[in-house]
C-alpha cells in the first residue's frame, strides 16, 4: 500500500505546478514517504492513540517538578521520518539534491500524505512551520542563528519542534484579552502567566508567544511576539511548568497542555507593536495546514469507503454495485478531487504573498486571506462529513475501532475549531469585504476565469456569481447584526463558486473524465429541489471516476 502510488490525479496534479526537475525530485521523494505513511506510520499513528498516549511526568523521584512529557518510541520515530523529509526545514533552505529552496506546494503535498495516516501527527509540522516562518521573516539575526537553523533541521543538527502559544482561559478567540505579561528585570525578557491551550508543550524546543509588555496598551495592539526556549542551555527547563495535559477526543497523538510561565527567558520578535499582526501572519500558514490535513481526512475516508464497498457482499452483490453506494462514492470522489485541485491550484498565490514575492499587490494579498478562509471552513466541515459517510459505509464495522474509521472522525472534528470556528472565518470574510472590498475582487477575478466559457454547465456558475452580487449589495446597506448573521451564507456561496470554477477549468483539459467529475461537481453543487432524474450520472459514471487511473500516455503511476 502508498498513499502516494495510488492516487495517480494528485501526482498529476503536481506536475503541473512543479517545474520538470523539481517534480522528478519531489516524485521520488513522495512515493517513498507514502509507502511509510501507509504503512510503519500508519501502524505507530493507531498504537498511539489507543495505548501510546503522550503522558504527563510532573514530579521526579526527589518531588521536584520535571514537567516532562512522555510519547512513546514510534512517535520518536515518526518525528524523525517527518522532518527529516524536508516537510519543514526545505522551505526555507537548500534541497541539497536540486541547489535550491523547496516550496510550500511541495511541503503541504508531505503533509497531506502525513494526515492520511494521523493528523495528530501533522499539527507539530504547523507549528513548527509557523514558527520557522515567524524567525526567518520578522527575526533580528542574533535570534535567528540562535534557533532557526534547530528549527528547520533535516537530521544535521539537533531538532527543535515548535508552538504557537496564543490561547488564555479568559481570551479564547478574543486574543486581544490576554494578559500574560513580559518583565524586563535587566537585560532580556522574563513572561510570567498562563496559557490554556498549547499543543505541542513539552515536545516543543522553541514556543512563539504572544506577551503584553509592562506599560503596553491593551488589546491587540499591546501585544508582542517572543521566541521562548522550552529549556535552558544547561537542560532545565526555562521557568517554564506543565499543569495538565488535555485529555481531547481526538488527535491524541499530540500533547496540548495547560503552560504556565514562571520567568521564562524570552526574546522579542520583530517590532515589538506588531506580536499580534505577526501571528495573524503564521495563522494565516496554519490555516493552510488545516485545510491540507482535512484534505488527508478526507482521502483516507474516501479511501476506506471505497475500499470496503468494492470488497464487502451483502445481498448477493457487492454492496459497490448498488446505485446508492456508487451514488455516495462518486459524489465522494468528485468533491474530494475539486476540492484538492482548488488548494493546491491556489498554493501559488500563497508562496507569492508569503514570501513577497516582487509583483506582489494589495488584491493578492487580499485575495489569499480571503481563499484562506473560505478553504479553511470547507474543507474543516467536510473532513467532518466524509468520515461520517465512510462510518456509514462501513455500518456497525464503522464504528468499531478495529477499523481506522472512528478515529477519522475524532481528528476531523478538531479541524472545525482549530485556526478558528466557521463563525471566526465568517467574521473574516466579513472583516475582509469591508475594509479592503474582498468580495468585489472576488467577484472580479471569478468573472475573468470564465470570461469565454459557455454551455450548459456554465450556466449555474453564472447564476451563482449573480446570485453573490444581489448578497453584496444587500449587505452594504444592512445593519450589523444582519452582516453579521449572513457572514457565513457568503462564505458559503463564494466557495462553491470557487470550487466550480475550478471544476469548469479542469474539464478543458479534454480528459473525458475530468469532464464527468466537473458534471457530476456542478449540478450536484447547483442543484435544486427534488424533481425525478432520468439520468443517473453518478451511476452511469461510476467505473470511470472511482477508478483514478489517466490515460496511459499520461500515466505517472510507477
Same mark, same amino acid.
Request: hydrophobic content about 40%.
Given at each position: 500500500?502508498?498513499?502516494?502510488?495510488?492516487?495517480?490525479?494528485?501526482?498529476?496534479?503536481?506536475?503541473?505546478l512543479?517545474?520538470?526537475?523539481?517534480?522528478?525530485?519531489?516524485?521520488?521523494e513522495l512515493?517513498?514517504?507514502g509507502?511509510?505513511?501507509?504503512?510503519e506510520?500508519?501502524?505507530?499513528?493507531?498504537?498511539?492513540?489507543?495505548?501510546?498516549?503522550?503522558?504527563?511526568?510532573?514530579?521526579?523521584?526527589?518531588?521536584?517538578?520535571?514537567?516532562?512529557?512522555w510519547?512513546?518510541?514510534?512517535? *520518536?520515530?515518526?518525528?524523525?521520518?517527518?522532518y527529516?523529509?524536508?516537510?519543514?526545514?526545505?522551505?526555507?533552505?537548500?534541497i541539497?539534491?536540486?541547489g535550491?529552496?523547496?516550496?510550500?506546494?511541495?511541503?503541504?503535498?508531505?503533509?497531506y500524505?502525513?494526515s492520511q495516516?494521523? +493528523?495528530?501527527f @501533522?499539527?507539530?509540522v504547523?507549528?513548527?512551520m509557523a514558527?520557522?516562518?515567524l524567525?526567518? &521573516?520578522?527575526?533580528?539575526?542574533?535570534v535567528?542563528?540562535?534557533?532557526?537553523?534547530?528549527? %528547520?533541521?533535516?537530521?544535521?543538527t539537533?531538532?527543535?519542534e515548535g508552538a504557537?502559544?496564543?490561547?488564555?482561559r479568559?481570551?479564547?478567540?478574543d486574543?486581544g484579552?490576554?494578559?500574560?505579561?513580559?518583565?524586563?528585570?535587566a537585560a532580556?525578557y $522574563?513572561?510570567?502567566?498562563?496559557?490554556?491551550?498549547?499543543?505541542?508543550?513539552?515536545?516543543?524546543?522553541? +514556543?512563539?508567544?504572544?506577551? *503584553?509588555?509592562?506599560?503596553?496598551?491593551?488589546g491587540?495592539k499591546?501585544?508582542t511576539?517572543?521566541?521562548?526556549?522550552?529549556r535552558?542551555?544547561?537542560?532545565k527547563?526555562?521557568?517554564?511548568?506543565?499543569?495538565?495535559?488535555?485529555?481531547?477526543?481526538?488527535v =491524541?497523538?499530540?500533547?496540548?497542555?495547560?503552560?504556565e510561565?514562571?520567568?521564562?527567558?524570552?526574546?522579542?520578535?520583530?517590532d515589538?507593536?506588531?506580536?499580534?499582526?505577526y501571528?495573524?501572519? +503564521? /495563522?494565516?500558514?496554519?490555516r493552510?495546514?488545516n485545510?491540507?490535513?482535512? /484534505?488527508? !481526512?478526507?482521502r483516507?475516508a474516501? =479511501?476506506e469507503?471505497?475500499? @470496503?464497498? %468494492?470488497k =464487502?457482499?451483502?445481498?448477493?452483490?457487492?454492496?459497490?454495485?448498488?446505485p446508492?453506494?456508487?451514488?455516495s462514492l462518486?459524489?465522494?470522489a468528485?468533491?474530494?478531487?475539486? &476540492?484538492? =485541485?482548488?488548494v493546491?491550484?491556489?498554493?501559488?498565490?500563497?508562496?507569492?504573498v508569503?514570501?513577497?514575492?516582487?509583483?506582489?499587490?494589495?488584491?493578492?494579498?487580499v485575495?489569499?486571506?480571503? @481563499?484562506?478562509?473560505?478553504?479553511?471552513?470547507?474543507?474543516?466541515?467536510?473532513?467532518?462529513?466524509?468520515?461520517?459517510?465512510? !462510518?456509514?459505509m462501513?455500518?456497525?464495522?464503522?464504528?468499531?475501532?478495529?477499523?481506522?474509521?472512528?478515529?477519522?472522525?475524532?481528528?476531523?472534528?478538531?479541524?472545525?475549531v482549530w485556526?478558528?470556528?466557521a463563525?471566526?472565518?465568517?467574521?473574516?470574510?466579513?472583516?475582509?469585504?469591508? $475594509?479592503?472590498?474582498?468580495g468585489?475582487?472576488?467577484l &472580479?477575478?471569478m468573472?475573468?476565469?470564465i470570461?469565454?466559457?459557455?454551455?450548459k454547465?456554465?450556466?449555474p456558475?453564472?447564476?451563482g456569481?449573480?446570485?453573490?452580487e444581489k448578497?453584496?449589495s444587500?449587505?452594504?446597506t444592512?445593519s450589523?447584526?444582519?452582516k453579521t448573521?449572513?457572514?457565513?451564507?457568503?462564505?458559503e456561496?463564494?466557495?462553491?463558486?470557487?470550487?466550480?470554477?475550478?471544476a469548469?477549468?479542469?474539464?478543458?483539459?479534454?480528459?473525458?473524465?475530468?469532464?464527468?467529475?466537473?458534471e457530476?461537481y456542478?449540478?450536484?453543487t447547483?442543484?435544486s429541489? @427534488?424533481?425525478?432524474?432520468?439520468?443517473?450520472?453518478?451511476?452511469?459514471?461510476f467505473?470511470?471516476i472511482?477508478n483514478e487511473?489517466?490515460p496511459?500516455?499520461?500515466?505517472?503511476?510507477?
Amino acid at each position: 500500500m502508498n498513499f502516494y502510488k495510488e492516487e495517480p490525479r494528485f501526482q498529476a496534479l503536481l506536475k503541473e505546478l512543479l517545474d520538470e526537475e523539481f517534480f522528478k525530485y519531489a516524485d521520488g521523494e513522495l512515493l517513498a514517504f507514502g509507502e511509510k505513511c501507509a504503512n510503519e506510520i500508519d501502524q505507530r499513528a493507531r498504537f498511539t492513540d489507543r495505548e501510546g498516549q503522550p503522558k504527563l511526568i510532573k514530579f521526579d523521584a526527589y518531588g521536584d517538578d520535571i514537567s516532562e512529557v512522555w510519547v512513546n518510541d514510534g512517535y *520518536r520515530k515518526t518525528v524523525e521520518d517527518s522532518y527529516n523529509t524536508g516537510i519543514v526545514g526545505y522551505v526555507h533552505k537548500n534541497i541539497p539534491e536540486l541547489g535550491r529552496r523547496g516550496n510550500y506546494i511541495y511541503s503541504y503535498a508531505q503533509g497531506y500524505l502525513l494526515s492520511q495516516t494521523e +493528523a495528530g501527527f @501533522y499539527c507539530p509540522v504547523t507549528l513548527t512551520m509557523a514558527t520557522a516562518y515567524l524567525l526567518d &521573516q520578522y527575526a533580528s539575526q542574533e535570534v535567528k542563528e540562535k534557533f532557526l537553523p534547530h528549527v %528547520l533541521s533535516t537530521g544535521e543538527t539537533t531538532l527543535y519542534e515548535g508552538a504557537t502559544f496564543l490561547t488564555e482561559r479568559q481570551g479564547g478567540s478574543d486574543v486581544g484579552a490576554n494578559v500574560v505579561k513580559a518583565v524586563q528585570p535587566a537585560a532580556g525578557y $522574563k513572561i510570567y502567566g498562563e496559557k490554556y491551550f498549547a499543543s505541542n508543550a513539552g515536545m516543543c524546543g522553541v +514556543a512563539m508567544v504572544l506577551a *503584553r509588555k509592562e506599560g503596553a496598551p491593551s488589546g491587540t495592539k499591546g501585544l508582542t511576539l517572543f521566541a521562548v526556549p522550552w529549556r535552558k542551555e544547561d537542560g532545565k527547563l526555562n521557568g517554564i511548568k506543565i499543569r495538565r495535559l488535555k485529555d481531547k477526543l481526538g488527535v =491524541r497523538a499530540v500533547p496540548s497542555a495547560e503552560v504556565e510561565f514562571e520567568g521564562a527567558e524570552a526574546y522579542v520578535v520583530g517590532d515589538p507593536t506588531k506580536g499580534f499582526y505577526y501571528m495573524m501572519e +503564521a /495563522l494565516n500558514l496554519s490555516r493552510v495546514c488545516n485545510t491540507v490535513a482535512s /484534505l488527508g !481526512i478526507m482521502r483516507r475516508a474516501y =479511501r476506506e469507503a471505497r475500499e @470496503y464497498a %468494492l470488497k =464487502r457482499d451483502a445481498f448477493g452483490k457487492k454492496l459497490a454495485d448498488f446505485p446508492m453506494i456508487k451514488d455516495s462514492l462518486v459524489k465522494m470522489a468528485v468533491k474530494l478531487e475539486v &476540492q484538492t =485541485r482548488t488548494v493546491f491550484k491556489y498554493l501559488p498565490l500563497f508562496e507569492k504573498v508569503m514570501r513577497n514575492e516582487p509583483g506582489v499587490t494589495e488584491k493578492d494579498i487580499v485575495l489569499n486571506r480571503l @481563499y484562506i478562509a473560505l478553504l479553511k471552513k470547507e474543507t474543516a466541515e467536510q473532513a467532518v462529513h466524509f468520515a461520517h459517510e465512510a !462510518i456509514e459505509m462501513h455500518g456497525g464495522n464503522g464504528y468499531i475501532e478495529d477499523f481506522v474509521t472512528p478515529r477519522l472522525l475524532r481528528d476531523a472534528q478538531v479541524l472545525t475549531v482549530w485556526e478558528g470556528t466557521a463563525n471566526i472565518l465568517g467574521l473574516e470574510v466579513l472583516r475582509l469585504m469591508e $475594509k479592503f472590498g474582498a468580495g468585489e475582487l472576488f467577484l &472580479q477575478e471569478m468573472k475573468e476565469r470564465i470570461a469565454g466559457m459557455n454551455g450548459k454547465h456554465f450556466q449555474p456558475v453564472r447564476g451563482g456569481i449573480e446570485q453573490l452580487e444581489k448578497l453584496l449589495s444587500s449587505l452594504q446597506t444592512a445593519s450589523h447584526d444582519h452582516k453579521t448573521f449572513h457572514s457565513k451564507r457568503v462564505a458559503e456561496l463564494m466557495v462553491r463558486i470557487f470550487e466550480s470554477v475550478n471544476a469548469l477549468d479542469y474539464a478543458v483539459s479534454g480528459d473525458e473524465r475530468a469532464e464527468k467529475v466537473m458534471e457530476v461537481y456542478i449540478e450536484e453543487t447547483w442543484k435544486s429541489g @427534488y424533481e425525478f432524474k432520468d439520468k443517473l450520472k453518478p451511476v452511469d459514471y461510476f467505473h470511470e471516476i472511482v477508478n483514478e487511473s489517466i490515460p496511459q500516455e499520461k500515466s505517472l503511476v510507477k
